[in-house]
């Protein structure tokens, strides 16, 4: 049973403006060690970091509140298997207790880009009664 979805789409350029802007302070804040390094192989790092930004946003959307009160961006965390896949999501802190008071058992992400452009689509549901 879908519970709520939500979508975000992220300018890649303000992601380059930003971090020019802010540095390390802007990056450490929104993206946990691992998310970090999978944005920065890729070969634009700013269309990595619009991506996981845009999948927290939409997961936030998803559950229904928006960041609120102690949710935090690192409560979420973005990931990719190895061998490739889709990728998964994480939670934890006070955004895990939000979609756990709300009976979330599943939490799907699609991502996708392109050069000026991040979209990121999720979907929190939970088991059939």
């Not at 992601?15 to 944005?39: H, I, P, Y």
Request: overall charge positive; charged content about 25%; hydrophobic content about 50%.
């Amino acid at each position: 049973m879908i519970l709520g979805c939500g979508v975000d789409l992220m300018e890649v350029a303000r992601f380059e403006r930003e971090v020019a802007r802010r540095r390390d302070g802007l990056t450490q804040e929104l993206f946990s060690a691992s998310e970090l390094a999978w944005c920065r192989r890729r070969r634009r790092a700013a269309e990595g970091y619009a991506m996981v930004y845009a999948a927290k946003e939409a997961l936030f959307k998803a559950l229904g509140t928006g960041k609120v009160g102690r949710m935090a961006w690192g409560d979420i965390e973005i990931a990719w298997p190895a061998a490739g896949g889709r990728p998964t999501v994480t939670l934890s802190g006070e955004t895990a207790a939000v979609a756990e008071d709300m009976g979330v058992a599943a939490l799907h992400v699609s991502l996708a880009c392109t050069r000026t452009l991040a979209v990121a689509w999720v979907v929190v549901g939970r088991n059939r009664d």
